[in-house]
T-cell receptor
Framework: EDKVVQSPLSLVVHEGDTVTLNCSYE??????LLWYKQEKKAPTFLFML????IEKKSGRLSSILDKKELFSILNITATQTGDSAIYLC????????????FGQGTRLTINP | NAGVTQTPKFRILKIGQSMTLQCTQD?????MYWYRQDPGMGLKLIYY???????DKGEVPNGYNVSRSTTEDFPLRLELAAPSQTSVYFC????????????????FGAGTRLSVL
């Protein structure tokens, strides 16, 4: 059975700190790994990492994929209160329909 | 840009009642999905569809039914609601084509918060 595990489940830091969120996975025939940010409502897409793109960066956010060790990290530097959210990691495996298996999420709280 | 639209936003049901959660997308996406999210948990796939007339079960389909008569709409039906179905329900869609992996990102609706009492 495909499995995605995120850690920590909850994290509280001060504005300006740097945080690292972890995602490990066990899936058959990995295709891609996605990070989403969920504030009050719908998850919004951050990054997609595949075999051909194992590092992504957008502003203060960056992510890497280690296909050998089966994990990914999401880094946020110079955190702001607007970064407070649940961060979800999801993995797509072979099997069609681009189905995703999600981790439990990491609830990140940035205090001013 | 409407994207994925879900209705209603909130609903309270009594045990044994039935209801339909509506989902429509205007992005001409082939693939559509229904997830549920319980407190402190990630999203779990209930049902999905790869095109009009084609649906299949996900990880947690029991107690639910779906249909896909058009590309745009993918309603989720709850029959005989139970307290275990109290959750937040998300609908999502993706391109589902062969024009590169980057186009196959799932886009989510704002969710329906359902309580069964």
């Amino acid at each position: 059975e495909d499995k995605v595990v995120q850690s920590p489940l909850s994290l509280v830091v001060h504005e300006g700190d740097t945080v690292t969120l972890n995602c490990s996975y066990e899936v058959t025939n990995f295709r891609s790994l996605l990070w989403y940010k969920q504030e009050k409502k719908a998850p919004t897409f951050l990054f997609m990492l595949t075999s051909s793109g194992i590092e992504k960066k957008s502003g203060r956010l960056s992510s890497i994929l280690d296909k050998k060790e089966l994990f990914s990290i999401l880094n946020i530097t110079a955190t702001q209160t607007g970064d407070s959210a649940i961060y979800l990691c999801a993995v797509e495996s072979e099997g069609g329909a681009q189905k995703l298996v999600f981790g439990q999420g990491t609830r990140l709280t940035i205090n001013p | 840009n409407a994207g994925v639209t879900q209705t209603p936003k909130f609903r309270i049901l009594k045990i044994g009642q039935s209801m339909t959660l509506q989902c429509t997308q205007d992005m001409n996406h082939n693939y559509m999905y229904w997830y549920r999210q319980d407190p402190g948990m990630g999203l779990k796939l209930i049902y999905y569809s790869v095109g009009a007339g084609i649906t299949d079960k996900g990880e947690v389909p029991n107690g639910y039914n779906v249909s896909r008569s058009t590309t745009e709409d993918f309603p989720l039906r709850l029959e005989l609601a139970a307290p275990s179905q109290t959750s937040v329900y998300f609908c999502a869609s993706s391109y589902g084509g062969v024009r590169g992996r980057a186009k196959n990102i799932q886009y989510f609706g704002a969710g329906t918060r359902l309580s069964v009492l």
